[in-house]
């Protein structure tokens, strides 16, 4: 069994900043693609970033500027910094994570079960 469990979620005035953090415990040999995604009330989920393992980034257009990924692969953690908040912003976000549980296997993707992030004043 692969978990994981994402913080850091809360609620911030617009303008503030908040850092998320998910971190993948179980039955891992290594993890490829991590990444956060997000879902609105009413709306689909959407990709709000992903990295991989070697550390390539890939940002929505909505997070470009203003978030930054990143992960620590001996602590199998993704990171979320997000800046300069709207409130558009407000979601769960789920962290989501590609993980291989021995050398041979193929990656199965696993999915966090979402932190609320709301940014109002």
């Known amino acids: 069994q692969v978990q994981l469990v994402e913080s850091g979620g809360g609620l911030v005035q617009p303008g503030g900043s908040l850092r998320l953090s998910c971190s993948a415990s179980g039955s891992i040999f290594s993890i490829n693609a991590m990444g956060w995604f997000r879902q609105a009330p009413g709306k689909q989920r959407e990709l709000v970033a992903t990295?991989?393992?070697?550390?390539?980034?890939n940002y929505a257009d909505s997070a470009k500027d203003r978030f930054t990924i990143s992960r620590d692969n001996a602590k199998n953690t993704v990171y979320l910094q997000m800046n300069s908040l709207k409130p558009e912003d407000t979601a769960v976000y789920y962290c989501?994570?590609?993980?291989?549980?021995?050398?041979?296997?193929?990656?199965?993707?696993?999915w966090g079960q979402g932190t609320q992030v709301t940014i109002s004043s």
């Open positions: 990295v991989t393992r070697d550390g390539r980034m």
């Open positions: 989501n994570a590609d993980v291989k549980k021995y050398r041979m296997a193929s990656s199965i993707n696993h």
